[in-house]
């Protein structure tokens, strides 16, 4: 029984983890998003001011490092809900496991 306790507890461990490194993944794309909504209203800005055009460009580069950077984040949160979900069945299976051989104790010092 202590194997299936500890087998448990690893599968529990690992679904927070999960759920912490999700919303973790989330709360940086949020802090992305914020960055280039305040990017692109800056370079509009900058562009209807006539600014120098190296100055644009440089705002450019920096919002396709945003872009290429949510890409990354977006492939990393699918993993880790991949993950997340993966340990959600370890958990399930490892409870519903749990529960039959309780049941057939039960069922065995009962008869």
């Excluded at 001011?49 to 945003?66: L, N, Q």
């Amino acid at each position: 029984m202590k194997v299936t306790n500890h087998i448990q507890a690893a599968f529990r461990r690992q679904l927070e983890e999960r759920r912490q490194e999700i919303a973790g993944l989330e709360y940086l794309a949020k802090s992305l998003h914020q960055q280039q909504a305040k990017l692109d209203s800056q370079q509009k800005a900058a562009e209807a001011a006539g600014s120098a055009p190296h100055h644009i460009a440089a705002m450019a580069e920096r919002r396709a490092r945003i872009v290429q950077s949510l890409a990354e984040i977006d492939a990393k949160i699918q993993q880790a809900r991949d993950g997340l979900s993966e340990a959600y069945h370890g958990v399930r299976r490892s409870e519903i496991a749990a529960s039959a051989r309780a049941e057939r104790n039960r069922r065995r010092h009962a008869g």
